[in-house]
């Protein structure tokens, strides 16, 4: 642990100085970090989902190097470039047929703002400024900036302090919890009651990432579509955990072909090297929106478009159906007999997201510890343990990580 580090600076959701400890990291490659004192641990958790190449990659570091050579970055206000146009081609390409416009912001919580943002004013400019509410399932996290802070879990999510100051949404029952017809009903009296009042419905599709990695029916994402369209309420997608891959369809929202109004992509865009995320939405909603009043200083980074653009052609050129199923396999066969387990409440599997849910608090100082002492890098908080790995990462790598896991289970 460095001193400096402890005493000053803040980590995500931690106090100075820091509860647990911080591990200084030295380099990374393919799906190692390298520690200081020579530890070289597996990262089980894609730098929290980005680095689904890995580490060090020799196609990405060739991307920004190119790009470093011509420029940087060039601010997007009045002028354009080459990367920003072909990602935005590809996004176009690669996502539902409806969405045909791209906005590109420099994190996954300021696309949320965006998409919000699109919603309140496509009402605003159709005389409707009434509908400016937002509805959305409860376990939701969708980033850490004020207007994503009041899409997530009111109760139980990260950000219940800031409660007071929030504006207050509508809330429904989440269909991992409820069946999805009592979800879908729930869903429909609210809207039935509520909708002059909002604006658009906002989900993470099949699974909630941050507030819980709860995992439900796309079923219910069609159903939650067509009561929206029959509400006149705009449907807005989170697939900044889900997309690129990660559930084992290209974008979570391919289990059903559900066609939202508006989608946000982020983390794995740029395979974890640069941050960048994306906002897209349909000819209607732009037309209607007009100048949309959002204009972030590192809009379109050069590079970051850059190795965005490498990282997709790399996906996509490679066999990543097949790791993901490999890996979804491999999970089953080792993590789902935990179910078993007294110590154990749930685990939930899907494509390259395992997570193992327990019935008291795991305790991070010591689990970190453990888990590096066997190899592997895992974050867990609450009651989670989860990993959700490179999709390069080879059966070797993984059944460490599981082995590990069952270890903390065990020893917990």
């Known amino acids: 642990m460095d001193t400096f580090d402890h005493q000053h600076i803040w980590h995500p959701y931690a106090k100075i100085p ?39 990659h020799p196609v990405l570091n060739k991307a920004v190097e190119l790009q470093l050579g011509k420029m940087s970055h060039v601010m997007f206000g009045g002028l354009t470039h080459k990367p920003a146009i072909d990602l935005a081609k590809t996004l176009v390409e690669i996502t539902p047929e409806n969405l045909t416009k791209v906005f590109f912001t420099d994190s996954g919580s300021v696309s949320v703002e965006v998409a919000l943002k699109m919603a309140l004013q496509y009402w605003q400019n159709k005389k409707q400024a009434d509908k400016h509410k937002f509805i959305t399932i409860r376990g939701g996290y969708h980033g850490d900036t004020f207007g994503a802070m009041s899409v997530c879990d009111p109760d139980n999510g990260m950000h219940h302090l800031f409660s007071g100051v929030l504006p207050k949404h509508f809330f429904v029952k989440t269909p991992s919890v409820v069946s999805v017809d009592e979800a879908l009903q729930d869903l429909e009296l609210t809207l039935k009651q509520n909708s002059n009042s909002i604006a658009a419905m906002i989900l993470e599709p099949v699974v909630q990432g941050a507030g819980g990695m709860r995992i439900y029916s796309p079923q219910y994402l069609t159903q939650a579509k067509v009561l929206c369209d029959k509400y006149n309420v705009l449907f807005i997608l989170d697939e900044i955990a889900t997309g690129f891959g990660r559930t084992g369809e290209l974008f979570a929202l391919e289990y059903v072909d559900v066609e939202p109004d508006i989608l946000c992509l982020g983390k794995a865009l740029t395979g974890g090297y640069m941050s960048l995320a994306a906002t897209l939405t349909t000819d209607n909603v732009a037309n209607t929106v007009g100048t949309l009043m959002h204009g972030p200083t590192f809009m379109a980074n050069p590079l970051a478009c ?12 490679s066999a990543w159906q097949d790791n993901i199923a490999r890996i979804e396999t491999t999970f089953h066969a080792e993590l789902a007999s935990l179910k078993q387990n007294n110590k154990v409440k749930d685990v939930r599997i899907l494509g390259a997201i395992a997570v193992v849910e327990l019935h008291d608090d795991i305790g991070v100082e010591w689990t970190q510890e453990r888990l ?3 190899g592997v890098w895992l974050r867990p908080y609450g009651k989670l343990l989860y990993t959700m790995p490179p999709f390069t990462i080879k059966e070797n790598e993984l059944l460490t990580i599981t082995n590990a896991m069952k270890v903390i289970v065990e020893e917990t």
Request: charged letters at 15%.
């Open 18 to 56: 820091n509860e647990t400890s911080t591990y200084l990291v030295e380099s990374a490659d393919d799906v190692y970090l390298n520690l200081s004192g020579g530890k070289r641990v597996i990262d089980g958790m894609s730098s929290w989902w980005s680095a689904i190449h890995g580490y060090n």
């Open 306 to 317: 850059a190795v965005a653009n490498a990282s997709i052609e790399l996906l996509l050129s």
């Open 372 to 374: 590096i002492e066997l």
